[in-house]
């Protein structure tokens, strides 16, 4: 079954410390890989994805994350956090074939950034 | 504002009850995407239409249905409406193709559902 999880619930973060938000996957074949975020009352919005070539992929906002095809991981990272940061982070996947661009979610980590 | 508009933002009724909720995909996007978004089950895919055409089918209740108009806006109708379908539901909408932005799914606000 396809699937996506992120294993933590909420992760911590001092301002200007560095952040890390985990993601692991498991599709069949190549898959199209996305993080979203979103903050109170608002919309997901696209921060980046990970289709093919370079496994380090740099987004809005000062973010970037890590394609590791052998761990099927796709970890979101930013060098210094900032307050502002504080939201929901959700990681998904688009199955290589078909689902005409479906994307499959995972539960969410809500970041909070400590001033 | 992302360019994917939905209405209304805050909707408020009873039990057994029925709604309709409106999406706007945003300009040139022929395909939109009904996500549920509640507390408990996450974000869960519901279905999604492609220039009139129902593309896929998701976690979508008998209870739900959606349909895209000609001019690609679609409705999301909920019906015999329960407690537990109280949640937010979002529209997002893509193109396809190699240019920048496309195969990315673009969310209007959402769509905030109390059932009474």
């Known amino acids: 079954a396809q699937s996506v999880a992120q294993p933590e619930d909420q992760v911590n973060v001092a301002e200007g410390n560095p952040l890390t938000v985990k993601c692991t996957y498991s599709?069949?074949?190549?898959?199209?890989l996305f993080w979203y975020v979103q903050y109170p009352n608002r919309g997901l919005q696209f921060l980046l994805k990970?289709?093919?070539?370079?496994?380090l992929v740099k987004g809005s906002y000062g973010f970037e994350a890590e394609f590791n095809k052998s761990q099927t991981s796709f970890h979101l990272k930013k060098p210094s956090a900032l307050v502002s940061d504080s939201a929901l982070y959700f990681c998904?996947?688009?199955?290589?074939?078909?689902?005409?661009?479906?994307?499959?979610f995972g539960a969410g980590t809500r970041l909070a950034v400590h001033p | 504002d992302s360019g994917v508009t939905q209405t209304p933002k805050h909707l408020i009724t009873a039990t057994g009850q029925r709604v309709t909720l409106r999406c706007s995909p945003r300009s040139g996007d022929l395909s939109v995407y009904w996500y549920q978004q509640s507390l408990d089950q996450g974000l869960q895919f519901l279905i999604q239409y492609y220039n009139g055409e129902e593309r896929a089918k998701g976690n979508i209740l008998e209870r739900f249905s959606a349909q895209q108009f000609p001019d690609l806006h679609s409705e999301l109708n909920l019906s015999s409406l329960e407690l537990g379908d109280s949640a937010l539901y979002f529209c997002?909408?893509?193109?396809?193709?190699?240019?920048?932005?496309?195969?990315?799914?673009?969310f209007g606000a959402g769509s905030r559902l109390t059932v009474l």
């Open positions: 990970y289709i093919t070539g370079d496994n």
């Open positions: 997002a909408s893509s193109s396809f193709g190699g240019a920048p932005g496309a195969n990315v799914l673009t």
């Open positions: 998904a996947v688009r199955p290589e074939a078909g689902g005409y661009n479906k994307l499959i």
């Open positions: 599709v069949s074949g190549n898959p199209y």
